[in-house]
């Protein structure tokens, strides 16, 4: 049974004095692509914590095995199944929500997948219909909770990006471009948010095991567990950061592929690539 909920008057003034660090205790959190890998991790970590969690995926028969996960466990959650790339599925989620719970105070866009890019085989369809779920999918989720947290006068949206957005990968040119365009966009929409007391947050993960690595036939450096991936998140999101990037040091390796030079970028990704 749905249960109306009232965020209290101290969560408010929490979130209005210090906008960019989030108090999980009784807030209102949405998360995306909560069935599998980081999402459920995620939704599992801050429900423990306290928050009340909407979780959102295509499988309904997941989503309410992931419920029952949390509320044994002694924390609330309520699924809402949807396809994040219908603009008004989501459109229907949130007010759902808000409904039921009197609003949306984080929005955690984590939906999205991954298919190994083969240009030489190109498709186009492919590159669209991934930048349509991992970019499109997460422009779907903010126009649906953006009127709301304005109205209230405050709110935080987090996109989960990937380190494979920071520059050019082989193999992942599909991936990695759905990625960068996610990351531009939430750091460009950050400077027009942050006078509402909407904060944005940028989470770029490395390897984590998922479904999806699981099929990857190569080594992964510095392979971390979703549930370490989730706790990385709370705490960073706690903290109020902005940009999150992990695990070190391969996040420090890939940021600083970003700023060297192409040729010797090329140089160094030609003699990795052939060694694979």
């Known amino acids: 049974m749905l249960v109306s909920y009232q965020v209290s008057s101290r969560v408010h003034s929490l979130m209005k004095r210090s906008h960019r660090k989030v108090v999980w205790k009784g807030a209102r959190v949405w998360i995306t ?10 939704a599992k970590e801050l429900a423990s914590c ?19 996960e ?34 949306i105070d984080v929005l ?6 991954h298919i190994p890019s083969e240009p030489l085989q190109f498709d186009s369809r492919q590159y ?3 930048m349509q779920i991992n970019y499109g999918g997460v422009l779907h989720c903010i126009e649906a909770v953006l009127p709301g947290m304005k109205a209230q006068g405050h709110g935080h949206i987090v996109g989960v990006a990937s380190l494979a957005g920071y520059r050019a990968l082989p193999t992942a040119s599909a991936y990695g471009a759905s990625k960068a365009a996610l990351i531009h966009f939430l750091q460009s929409l950050r400077f027009h948010l942050e006078h509402e007391s909407i904060a944005v947050t940028v989470i770029n993960p490395g390897f984590v095991r998922t479904p999806l690595t699981d099929k990857n036939d190569f080594r992964m450096p510095c392979l971390i567990e979703a549930s370490d991936a989730a706790s ?8 109020g950061k902005r940009d999150v990037a992990f695990p070190a040091p391969f996040s420090w390796v890939i940021s600083l592929f970003r700023i060297i030079p ?15």
Do not use: F
């Open 33 to 42: 692509g909560a069935s599998t890998g980081i999402g459920r991790a995620l």
């Open 70 to 103: 949390i509320c044994s466990a002694g924390g609330q959650a309520q699924a809402y199944a949807g396809d994040v790339t219908d603009a008004d599925a989501m459109a229907e989620i949130a007010a759902a929500i808000s409904q039921n719970w009197g609003g």
């Open 128 to 130: 669209q219909d991934l």
């Open 262 to 276: 192409m040729p010797l970028y090329a140089c160094i990704l030609r003699r990795i690539w052939k060694k694979k």
């Open 232 to 239: 990385r998140i709370r705490r960073a999101l706690e903290r």
């Open 50 to 68: 306290g928050a009340h969690l909407a979780i959102t995926s295509r499988r309904t028969d997941v989503l309410e095995e992931v419920v029952g």
């Open 108 to 113: 955690i866009a984590n939906a999205g997948t």
